[in-house]
C-alpha cells in the first residue's frame, strides 16, 4: 500500500506559495466546507482551541478525501505527544513559540526514529495503515514536515540558528504573540513588529527552508508573500464566519434603518 506524497513539504521545498486557512472551530463538517474551498493546506488548531485527540483525529479522517496537507499545531512541545500524533497520520506539524537551537533539535529529534531520533516505535498504527505500508517506518521522515514556531523576539533573534537545524522544514511566524513580546500587545501592524517579520524570509531562503505566516487580512497575505513568504494562512475560519456573521446582519438593520 502507498501513501501519498506531502505535496504541502514537496513545494515548500521548491518555493512555491502555499496558501492555507488556521482551523479553530474544532468542527469536522465546518472544517469540511473549507476544506471544499481548494486550500493547498488546513491547519488545526490546538494551542488556541477545544481542539483535543480526538477531534483531531476525525478531521484528519476526513480530510483525507481531499487534495491538500492538513496540519496540526500542538498545544505545546512534548515527544510523547509528537509520537502520538505522527502514529495517527499527522504528517506536517507545527510547535509554538520555538525561541532556541536546543529546542528546535528535540523537536526534530522527536519525529526520528533511532537512531536518528526518539520516536517510539509501534508496528501497526493509522500512519502505517496498521501496518499495510512497506517499509514506512526507513522512510517516515521524508514525508513529515516540522516547522517552529517564532512567535517572540527572542525566536526573532535566534531564528537563523533555528532555521539551520537539520530536519526543520521552516519556521512559521505567529503576528500577534510576535508584537506581544516585543512591547506592542493587538498592534501587529507596527512598523517594529512589521520589520521583524520582514526579516525573517531572506534568512530562511538562504538556508533553503520556508517561511510561512498567519495574515489579518487579504493586503498583509499579498505583503507577505511580496516579502518571500510561501506558506501563508488567509486568516482562520472563526475569524471568516465572525466577519460575515456581522456584516450580514449589520447590512440588514442599516437597510432597514433606511426605510424608517
Same mark, same amino acid.
Given at each position: 500500500?502507498?501513501?501519498?506524497?506531502?505535496?504541502?513539504?514537496?513545494?515548500?521545498?521548491?518555493?512555491?506559495?502555499?496558501?492555507?486557512?488556521?482551523?479553530?472551530?474544532?468542527?469536522?463538517?465546518?472544517?469540511?466546507?473549507?476544506?471544499?474551498?481548494?486550500?493547498?493546506?488546513?491547519?488545526?488548531?490546538?494551542?488556541?482551541? $477545544? *481542539? #483535543? %485527540?480526538?477531534?483531531?483525529?476525525?478531521? @484528519?479522517?476526513?480530510?483525507?478525501?481531499?487534495?491538500?496537507?492538513? =496540519?496540526?499545531?500542538?498545544?505545546?512541545?512534548?515527544?510523547?505527544?509528537?509520537?502520538?500524533?505522527?502514529?495517527?497520520?499527522?504528517?506536517?506539524?507545527?510547535?509554538?513559540?520555538?525561541?532556541?537551537?536546543?529546542?528546535?533539535?528535540?523537536?526534530?529529534?522527536?519525529?526520528?526514529?533511532?537512531?536518528?531520533?526518539?520516536?517510539?516505535?509501534?508496528?501497526?498504527?493509522?500512519?502505517?495503515?496498521?501496518?499495510?505500508?512497506?517499509?514506512?517506518?526507513?522512510?517516515?521522515?521524508?514525508?513529515?514536515?516540522?516547522?517552529?514556531?517564532?512567535?517572540?523576539?527572542?525566536?526573532?533573534?535566534?531564528?537563523?540558528?533555528?532555521?539551520?537545524?537539520?530536519?526543520?522544514?521552516?519556521?512559521?511566524?505567529? $503576528? *500577534? #504573540? %510576535?508584537?506581544?513580546?516585543?512591547?506592542? @500587545?493587538?498592534?501587529?501592524?507596527?512598523?517594529?513588529?512589521?520589520? =521583524?517579520?520582514?526579516?525573517?524570509?531572506?534568512?530562511?531562503?538562504?538556508?533553503?527552508?520556508?517561511?510561512?505566516?498567519?495574515?489579518?487580512?487579504?493586503?498583509?497575505?499579498?505583503?507577505?508573500?511580496?516579502?518571500?513568504?510561501?506558506?501563508?494562512?488567509?486568516?482562520?475560519?472563526?475569524?471568516?464566519?465572525?466577519?460575515?456573521?456581522?456584516?450580514?446582519?449589520?447590512?440588514?438593520?442599516?437597510?432597514?434603518?433606511?426605510?424608517?
Amino acid at each position: 500500500m502507498l501513501i501519498k506524497p506531502n505535496a504541502l513539504k514537496a513545494a515548500l521545498k521548491n518555493n512555491q506559495v502555499q496558501l492555507g486557512l488556521w482551523c479553530a472551530l474544532s468542527s469536522t463538517y465546518a472544517t469540511e466546507v473549507l476544506a471544499c474551498s481548494g486550500y493547498d493546506w488546513l491547519t488545526l488548531d490546538m494551542e488556541h482551541s $477545544p *481542539n #483535543d %485527540l480526538q477531534s483531531i483525529l476525525s478531521q @484528519l479522517q476526513m480530510l483525507a478525501a481531499y487534495d491538500l496537507e492538513p =496540519a496540526v499545531r500542538l498545544v505545546k512541545f512534548d515527544k510523547d505527544l509528537v509520537k502520538q500524533y505522527l502514529d495517527m497520520g499527522l504528517r506536517t506539524i507545527v510547535l509554538p513559540n520555538v525561541e532556541s537551537v536546543e529546542q528546535t533539535r528535540d523537536i526534530v529529534c522527536a519525529t526520528r526514529y533511532p537512531p536518528q531520533g526518539v520516536r517510539g516505535v509501534a508496528g501497526q498504527q493509522r500512519a502505517n495503515r496498521w501496518g499495510r505500508v512497506a517499509n514506512y517506518h526507513a522512510t517516515a521522515s521524508e514525508q513529515i514536515c516540522v516547522l517552529a514556531q517564532i512567535e517572540s523576539a527572542e525566536g526573532v533573534a535566534h531564528v537563523g540558528a533555528i532555521l539551520a537545524v537539520d530536519g526543520l522544514d521552516g519556521v512559521f511566524v505567529g $503576528p *500577534n #504573540d %510576535l508584537a506581544a513580546s516585543m512591547g506592542y @500587545l493587538g498592534q501587529q501592524s507596527n512598523a517594529h513588529v512589521q520589520s =521583524a517579520i520582514e526579516s525573517i524570509p531572506p534568512i530562511a531562503k538562504s538556508l533553503g527552508k520556508a517561511a510561512g505566516i498567519l495574515a489579518a487580512s487579504e493586503a498583509d497575505a499579498l505583503r507577505y508573500i511580496s516579502w518571500g513568504y510561501t506558506m501563508v494562512g488567509l486568516g482562520s475560519d472563526q475569524g471568516l464566519l465572525a466577519r460575515a456573521s456581522d456584516t450580514l446582519l449589520s447590512n440588514c438593520r442599516k437597510h432597514l434603518e433606511a426605510q424608517t
